[in-house]
């Protein structure tokens, strides 16, 4: 093991975090390390749980901190990702302004690199994930919002202001039609294809439906309730209300698309989330759209996948990222 390099990757959400020591060739070492964020208790408790969480993953693995060679941390926007300082997230409330990656690296005395976690999701995949033979790729991560990161000749983009690959907020309807983003701001990606939106889409179209619709069975027998799967689901079972919802999805997220390809040309555009869980039945209607839409040329070639590491693409991605700061590899 000692001739092995070793890195470590963080990924802090705001509920909880997660950590793995993972080897040169990106594979973890162990399952991750879990532990609550409570962004509540404020950002020394957060950054004493970040440092804890890492030397809970040494040990996990076995090692001792002497054996790694750096650590990578990845926390939602807004960061400034030079600085290394996360400056004020809106799932992270109340931090504001914490110099995380020097905190972490004076924590542990170990060299530490700082990402946004889209763009660290988006490295994990380009490094072991499903674009591991792709010399660019942009990932759309579909939650609770859309995340995107952009890596180009195995460079994240990070732009002037750490706002490249916010794939999620560029505009698919003018800003004065549009519907009303997390940011503020409408016609955003976001407001259309988050897993927030789908649900909420999905009750538009119940409530302006004619005719009967499975949709609107399923929601009364739950208590008024359904999550963006129960959709997919039903629309993959033929309801066609649900499928609607889920063809517009598909064709928000092909303009998304296409505008990225339009821009920097990836090799590869990326979906990942827990939406990506309907599979190839959904992937090709995006690909579909893809193809209407897009720039002939580029588009002709252009893969449209779905990501493979899941959950783990986070911490795995900086540790990757760590490792590249550092070894240039
Ligand atoms: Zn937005």
Redesign the pocket.
């Known amino acids: 093991m000692a001739d092995r390099l070793i890195y470590v990757g963080l990924d802090v959400g705001g509920t909880t975090m997660k950590a793995a020591a993972v080897g040169d060739d990106g594979v973890p070492l162990t399952h991750p390390v879990v532990a609550d964020t409570h962004p509540e208790r404020g950002q020394d408790v957060g950054l004493a749980t970040m440092a804890e969480t890492i030397r809970r993953a040494v040990a996990a693995a076995n090692l001792s901190l002497a054996e790694v060679a750096a650590v990578g941390v990845a926390t939602p926007g807004l960061g400034d990702i030079p600085a290394g300082l996360i400056i004020d997230p809106p799932n992270l409330k109340p931090w504001k302004n914490v110099p995380v990656r020097d905190a972490i690296a004076k924590a542990l005395g170990k060299p530490t690199v700082y990402q946004n976690d889209a763009n660290a999701a988006a490295y994990g995949e380009f490094w072991v994930g499903c674009g591991r033979d792709a010399k660019s790729l942009a990932l759309f991560t579909l939650g609770t919002?859309v995340g995107g990161g952009i890596i180009l000749d195995g460079e994240i983009v990070t732009g002037e202001h750490s706002h490249g690959g916010?794939l999620?907020?560029q505009?698919i309807e003018p800003p004065d039609r549009g519907r009303l983003?997390?940011?503020?701001?409408?016609?955003?990606?976001?407001?259309y294809a988050s897993a927030t939106q789908v649900v909420l889409r999905a009750r538009e179209a119940m409530a302006g439906w004619r005719g009967t619709t499975e949709l609107k069975r399923f929601y009364t027998a739950n208590d008024d309730e359904f999550t963006a799967k129960d959709v997919f689901d039903l629309a993959r079972a033929g309801d066609a209300c649900a499928l609607k919802v889920v063809d517009d999805t598909a064709y928000y997220l092909a303009l998304g698309a296409c505008n990225v390809t339009a821009v920097v040309d990836p090799e590869m555009i990326v979906y990942a989330g827990g939406m990506v869980a309907a599979g190839e039945w959904f992937r090709a209607k995006i690909d579909a759209y893809v193809r209407h839409f897009g720039l002939p040329y580029p588009t002709k070639s252009l893969k449209v996948e779905f990501a493979t590491l899941g959950g783990d693409a986070g911490f795995i991605g900086a540790a990757g990222w760590a490792r590249r700061m550092t070894q240039g590899k």
């Open positions: 919002g916010e999620g907020h505009r983003c997390g940011c503020g701001a409408r016609g955003c990606l976001e407001a």
